[in-house]
């Protein structure tokens, strides 16, 4: 199994910025992607930004100039640098990871930390 755990959100006023983190442990080979994603109150999960195990990254357009993602592979983290932050980046982040485990043969599963809430005050 393997969990992941998340940490830095926060309430922030419009403008500020904020740096998210998430750190995977357990039965690991390998991270593949890894990735944030956002629920706001009433809508559905949405991809924010995701980055590859050779450190290509996209972004959803309304973040994109603002949001920065990274990883530390030898740490099995990545993170998620929030600038200029605005109220419609309310939500709670779900980091999520597809991971390559070995027992008994390779398998590779999608895993989800338990989320962290941002709000973004006017």
């Known amino acids: 199994q393997v969990q992941l755990v998340e940490s830095g959100g926060g309430l922030v006023q419009a403008g500020g910025s904020l740096r998210l983190s998430c750190a995977a442990s357990?039965?690991?080979?390998?991270?593949?992607?890894m990735g944030w994603y956002r629920q706001a109150p009433g809508k559905q999960r949405e991809l924010v930004a995701r980055?590859?195990?050779?450190?290509?990254?996209n972004y959803a357009d309304s973040v994109k100039g603002r949001f920065t993602v990274s990883r530390d592979n030898a740490k099995n983290t990545v993170y998620m640098q929030m600038n200029s932050l605005n109220p419609e980046d309310t939500a709670v982040y779900y980091c999520?990871?597809?991971?390559?485990?070995?027992?008994?043969?390779?398998?590779?599963?999608?895993?989800w930390g338990q989320g962290t809430q941002v709000t973004v005050s006017s």
């Open positions: 999520n990871a597809d991971v390559t485990s070995y027992s008994g043969g390779y398998y590779s599963k999608d895993y």
């Open positions: 980055i590859t195990s050779g450190s290509s990254a």
């Open positions: 357990g039965t690991i080979f390998r991270i593949n992607a």
